[in-house]
């Protein structure tokens, strides 16, 4: 399996804006999780799904963030429109839940930049 | 707000050494904990994880948990410079919602 993929690796964009950053989860994972990096606020989770329903959008900073599942194999976390506090290092991960706990397989990542 | 606390670091130890990380975490009721490790620039993969009280060992990891002191630990004996990395403690805090700590950084001096 080629993993958890992410598109684009790279995106830089000026603030305004309209961003959309992509995911294929490996298949066959039923969960999949959205997460923001940065180095003052750390590996934040910001929603996740579960057979293509969202569970928990708690963590979604504002509603200039939104994210979709369409199908198992396909989602989008989409910030418009952004800000260049938004810059950050935005990762998916896919898990399969097998018994009472399970694995998350992280994608290598969107590097985002907003100017 | 439910919280994992680490020491962020730096961690430096000698080549060969035991390497100690520990976190803390907020909520009584979760149940399983992880310990993921990131190497600069990469994303974070999974190394360890424990569910119940006491020690679970696998290779040159050993993860430690006490959820009456709401604490959890990972020793990496016999520690390499591939091991220089940061290392997250993660929290499952029920429904498989995982908090992460802001992370250790590791430097094993060669």
């Known amino acids: 399996d080629a993993g958890v993929i992410q598109s684009p690796r790279h995106e830089v964009t000026e603030m305004g804006q309209e961003v959309t950053l992509r995911c294929k989860p490996i298949?066959?994972?039923?969960?999949l999780f959205w997460y923001r990096q940065t180095m003052m606020r750390g590996l934040e989770l910001l929603i996740y799904?579960?057979?293509?329903?969202?569970?928990?959008d708690s963590g979604m900073p504002e509603d200039r963030f939104s994210a979709k599942m369409p199908n198992a194999s396909f989602s989008t976390l989409k910030i418009q429109p952004s800000e260049p506090r938004d810059s950050a290092v935005y990762f998916c991960?896919?898990?399969?839940?097998?018994?009472?706990?399970?694995?998350?397989?992280f994608g290598p990542g969107t590097r985002l930049t907003v100017l | 707000q439910k919280e994992v606390e680490q020491n962020s670091g730096p961690l430096s130890v000698p080549e060969g050494a035991i390497a100690s990380l520990n976190c803390t975490y907020s909520d009584r009721g979760s149940q399983s904990f992880f310990w993921y490790r990131q190497y600069s620039g990469k994303s974070p993969e999974l190394i360890m994880f424990i569910y119940s009280n006491g020690d679970k060992e696998d290779g040159r990891f050993t993860a430690q948990l006490n959820k009456a002191s709401q604490y959890v630990s990972l020793l990496i004996r016999d520690s390499q410079p591939s091991d220089s990395a940061t290392y997250l403690c993660a929290v499952d805090t029920g429904g498989f919602k995982t908090i992460f700590g802001a992370g250790t950084r590791l430097f094993v001096k060669a």
């Open positions: 991960a896919s898990s399969f839940q097998t018994g009472a706990w399970i694995e998350q397989f």
């Open positions: 799904f579960n057979n293509n329903v969202p569970i928990d």
């Open positions: 298949s066959g994972h039923d969960y």
